[in-house]
């Protein structure tokens, strides 16, 4: 734990310097799937997608937790997103486990060598919830030993915050959150955090082809826990790596892929994400021509 505890002391700080000495260049944003950059959705757009994770760790039930994401651009500066949550568990079944509406906002539209991007959610989910967006408090693999048909009864209403700094570099970003989510029927404030690293494999030129090294990309994720209010600690916490692959293709269809491993005994040992979201411009429009067209 000493030793995970350095490496992450580490790398914030390498980070953080690394931040502050660039400027930031706008570019075409890298998708995430904990972590979030400074880049917000084209006002008018739509983007739907989904990513679920499947878990596996030595005593419990191979899990499959999914998020159906509908993100949409309200102004420059406002990103809103609702998701529906639902997950399967083997010998268990499969249940709806809740749903979250997510909004961001950016004060400085102009790029920046870090920009911040203020986050709010709000979730209604019950204790069976097993997608894993974030990691915070004590979150382990222990949570996910109560059978779900036992956990489904746990009811949580939860506000969670975000501050997240994002800076390009060239053509790679690097973006860090701090998380801190609260439980509104009592309990203590929850902390956690986000950190990704991505870039392009080729510089952007805009070409519309779907095989061009420049529509590929990849990174690396680390997030995890960082205990309570009153108990700000990594000890006991929930940690984890998970390097990305993406491939953006000219339809504005994105695919990603991204297997984690947890670093602690807390966490769980394997962890597979993989999402798909397409990106539909001027919704309204679209929507307007279908009826139009009848």
Request: proline share 4%; charged share 25%.
């Amino acid at each position: 734990m000493v030793r995970v505890k350095h490496a992450l002391t580490s790398v914030f700080a390498a980070l953080g310097l690394l931040s502050a000495l660039v400027f930031a260049q706008e570019r075409r944003p890298t998708p995430y799937f904990v972590a979030y950059d400074h880049y917000m959705e084209e006002p008018g757009a739509l983007e739907i997608g989904t990513s679920p994770v499947l878990g596996k760790v030595h005593g419990l039930n191979t899990f499959l937790g999914a998020l159906n994401e509908f993100e949409y651009g309200a102004r420059r500066w406002w990103t809103t997103e609702f998701y529906v949550d639902w997950q399967h568990t083997r010998h268990e079944g499969s249940l709806f486990t809740g749903f979250r509406f997510e909004n961001r906002f950016r004060p400085f539209l102009e790029p920046h060598r870090i920009n911040p991007v203020l986050y709010v959610e709000y979730e209604h989910i019950n204790g069976a919830d097993k997608t894993l967006k974030e990691i915070v408090g004590f979150d382990g693999k222990e949570d996910l030993n109560v059978p779900s048909h036992e956990a489904r009864h746990e009811h949580k209403r939860e506000i969670e915050t975000k501050l997240i700094l994002s800076s390009d570099i060239g053509n790679w970003n690097l973006s860090e959150n701090f998380i801190g989510e609260k439980n509104l029927n009592g309990g203590r404030w929850e902390f956690g955090y986000a950190v990704g690293v991505s870039r392009p494999i080729a510089t952007p030129t805009g070409k519309r082809c779907a095989f061009c090294r420049e529509r590929f990309g990849a990174g690396v994720e680390l997030y995890g826990g960082l205990g309570t209010w009153g108990d700000f600690t990594l000890r006991g916490t929930s940690q984890y790596i998970a390097p990305l692959l993406f491939w953006v293709l000219p339809s504005e269809t994105t695919i990603r892929v991204s297997p984690g491993w947890g670093l602690t005994d807390q966490s769980v040992k394997t962890l597979l994400r993989v999402g798909v979201s397409q990106e539909i411009d001027d919704i309204g429009r679209q929507i307007a021509k279908l009826f139009h067209k009848n």
